[in-house]
């Protein structure tokens, strides 16, 4: 048995909370129960995107040394592919460029 645990917009309040449905995506008769309907529509919401791109840095390349590049080793690459491009893009989505201070001073040891 295959499942998934699915919490969406998708899914019905139990007692006034949403709570993770898990869906067994091998029963015979996963098309006639409403959670694995709605993780279809979830799933077809997300793929009506015309652009989508997912960045995420949760250090799980990190694993994988030598063989995957870790997600600052990507910004590098990015930038070192255009770099006027990359300076767009990050004006675009109004990155912060004082963030890295702020994360380098909330990094620091209390001592």
């Known amino acids: 048995m295959s ?3 699915l919490l969406s917009t998708f899914v019905k309040r139990t007692d006034g909370a ?4 898990e869906i067994d995506i091998d029963s015979s008769d996963k098309k006639e129960h409403e959670d694995y309907l709605a993780l279809l529509t979830s799933i077809n919401s997300l793929l009506d995107f015309d652009n989508l791109i997912v ?5 799980t390349s990190l694993t994988f040394k030598g063989i995957a590049p870790s997600m600052g080793r990507l910004w590098d ?3 070192e592919q255009n770099p006027a491009l ?3 893009v990050l004006e675009a989505v109004k990155y912060d460029n004082n963030q890295s201070n702020r994360d380098d001073e909330t990094n620091v040891s209390a001592s």
Do not use: M, Q
Not at 18 to 21: A, L, Q, S
């Open 3 to 5: 499942t998934v645990k």
């Open 18 to 21: 949403k709570i993770p449905v």
């Open 55 to 59: 960045l995420a840095g949760s250090g």
């Open 77 to 79: 690459k990015c930038k």
């Open 86 to 88: 990359f300076e767009a």
